[in-house]
């Protein structure tokens, strides 16, 4: 798995967020021959210009929610205006409010938000959407596990089993302390890695409770709670800069050593 944008909330690349990343959320992960990418943020950009160098692109790609962080690379991810490429968009919160992605992404690309519609595209692209809790095979081999998150207009979290490893991707979710979220900790249990919305500090979720996020702190609860391998911390809040964030991972090594603050470009393998 490879992190292409690990913020939340805006965009802020500059001198003071080189060393972990200023782009917003874009998740690359690999299971054998096939890939699967989780969100669409200004990361996935980078992440469709690497794509495009190997040859036909053939993507799943899964959205957490459509906020517009986590689509705003959408239509700058570069496979979807080429011929023969084949890319399937998922989501999994929209169904019970009777939206699909399609007509969501259609309404982002809609003038005059944005110049061009979605009609553009010239890859093969699927729309398909999925109630959150449903469990899915991309692939022979791959299995995906999904849990609906607490978070404004809802959000889907992950779990991507392959040959023995599992990867857990849940961002955009909101904790009530001392009430460690159940649908989290069944889908995380014993999981390699879970990459968790670490977006506060506990010290500034006390004014922040009702914005949909979460904390590290929690993250660490959460996955020592589960017996989880190792815990990542992402969705920066786009005001944590490099000094802010080196604190973080000063911190969450003291409280769980092996943990991780993701940054752009790592690579990790369970």
Known sequence: MRFWGVRGSIACPSAKTQRYGGNTSSLEVRCGDHTLLFDAGT???YLGNEMVKKGPVDVDIYLTHTHFDHVCGLPFFVPLFIKNTNIRIWAGHLIERNYTIKHVISEMMFSPLFPVPPEIFAANVEYLDFHAGETMTPKPGVTLRTARLNHPDRATGYRVDFEGHSICYLTDTQHVPGKP???????????????????????EFVKRADWGHSTWQEGVRLCDAAGVKTFVVFHHDPDHDDDFMDRIEK??????PGSIVAREGMILTP
Do not use: F, H, M, P
Request: net charge negative; hydrophobic share 45%; glycine share 6%.
């Open 43 to 45: 990361g996935i950009r």
């Open 181 to 203: 979220d159940q649908n989290i900790l069944a889908l995380i249990a014993g999981a390699d890695i879970v990459i968790y919305d670490s977006t506060y500090t506990d010290e």
């Open 251 to 256: 911190d969450v090594l003291a409280k769980r």
